[in-house]
């Protein structure tokens, strides 16, 4: 079984229907997705600026055993802020992964079973379907760089008046100014007179 998706005139109504895939539809030889998902169709408003552009993801559901596994290769282009300047870039985020969905069984109380090692990285599914939307933003947030940069020799902002650095200096002190430390440099400026 093969689903596709590409941007239209009524994208994100048609990519929410993909988006949640229920299990009992997927045939044992898997499902291959080929999915062009529309920004903003997957909620990151809570993260830096969000997607520039459709984000591509290529991948398959397989069944194992009553295991699934959603993996696959998704790219796209994020719009973000340096850490050190907060000018605004745009940076690829490309994201090879493998996620392994175990249905939730009932809590019994006569068997009690510990955590095994394989255990750790697999997602319990909850209820009937999987939802792709939730797995793709966990996968973007994952594999975005922690501190963004403009560039390696980005100076960022002066930490006194704010001023861009890359664009020259400010003209103000340069020594910084920790208040736990002023006895310390009393100390130092009256040894140095």
Same mark, same amino acid.
């Given at each position: ?32 997705? /080929?999915? !062009? ?22 991948? =398959? ?10 993996? &696959?290769?998704? =790219? ?31 809590? !019994?109380? /006569? ?10 990285? #697999? ?9 792709? /939307? ?27 008046? &704010?001023? !861009?650095? =890359? ?24 040894? &140095? #007179?």
């Amino acid at each position: 079984m093969y689903y596709g998706f590409a941007a239209g005139v009524d994208s994100k109504l048609k990519a929410s229907k993909i988006m949640r895939i229920k299990i009992n539809e997927i045939p044992e030889q898997g499902l291959e997705l /080929n999915l !062009d998902i529309p920004a903003g169709s997957i909620d990151v408003s809570d993260i830096d600026e969000g997607f520039l552009g459709d984000v591509r993801f290529a991948g =398959n559901i397989s069944v194992s055993r009553r295991r699934f596994t959603v993996s &696959g290769k998704m =790219n796209g282009l994020w719009n973000l802020r340096c850490a050190r300047c907060l000018k605004k870039i745009t940076s690829p985020v490309k994201s090879t992964f493998q996620v392994f969905l175990t249905p939730s069984i009932p809590p !019994d109380e /006569n068997r009690i079973r510990g955590l095994k090692d394989d255990d750790m990285d #697999e997602s319990v599914l909850i209820g009937n379907e999987i939802d792709m /939307n939730q797995i793709l933003r966990e996968q973007m947030i994952l594999h975005l760089p922690m501190k963004p940069i403009c560039s390696t020799s980005c100076r960022g902002l002066c930490p006194h008046c &704010g001023k !861009d650095l =890359n664009l020259g200096s400010c003209g103000c002190d340069a020594t910084p100014a920790d208040p736990r430390l002023a006895k310390l440099k009393e100390f130092l400026d009256r040894k &140095g #007179e």
